[in-house]
C-alpha cells in the first residue's frame, strides 16, 4: 500500500529553516514524482515544489516565492524525501503536504497528512 507520512513542521522565527520529510512505504521515492504543497487557512492549496524523472533526467520545479530558498531532494537509502527551507518569511506560514505521482506527470493521486510550519516575524 502506498502511504506518505509528512513529518517535521514547527515554530521557527523569520530568517529560521526547517527541513520538511516525506517518508513513503510501499513504493521508491526515486520511482514516483514527489511533490510538496502548502495550504494556509482561507487560501487555495499551493504547489512548492515537486521532482520527477523524464527519460532518466531527473527535473525539478519550485514556485517562484520559494526559488533560492527551498531545495528538494531524495535520500534512497531512506526511501524519503526532503523539502529544506532556508531564509523562512512569515509568508511561508502554511500546512505543508506531500504528494506522489506514480505516472511522474505531476498528476498527484497519493497524499500524506499535513505538518504545521509556522513562521513569526
Known amino acids: 500500500e502506498v502511504q506518505l507520512q509528512a513529518s517535521g513542521g514547527g515554530l521557527v522565527q523569520a530568517g529560521g529553516s526547517l527541513r520538511l520529510s516525506c517518508a513513503a512505504s510501499?513504493?521508491?521515492?526515486?520511482?514516483?514524482?514527489i511533490g510538496w504543497f502548502r495550504q494556509a487557512p482561507g487560501r487555495e492549496r499551493e504547489g512548492v515544489a515537486c521532482?520527477?524523472?523524464?527519460?532518466?533526467?531527473?527535473?525539478?520545479y519550485y514556485a517562484d516565492s520559494v526559488k533560492g530558498r527551498f531545495t528538494i531532494s531524495n535520500d534512497n537509502a531512506k526511501n524519503t524525501n526532503y523539502l529544506q527551507m532556508n531564509s523562512l518569511k512569515p509568508e511561508d506560514t502554511a500546512v505543508y503536504y506531500c504528494?506522489?505521482?506514480?505516472?511522474?506527470?505531476?498528476?498527484?493521486?497519493?497524499w500524506g497528512q499535513g505538518t504545521q510550519v509556522t513562521v513569526s516575524s
Open positions: 504528494a506522489a505521482d506514480n505516472k511522474q506527470n505531476m498528476t498527484f493521486v497519493y
Open positions: 510501499g513504493f521508491t521515492v526515486d520511482d514516483y514524482a
Open positions: 521532482i520527477s524523472r523524464s527519460e532518466g533526467q531527473w527535473r525539478i
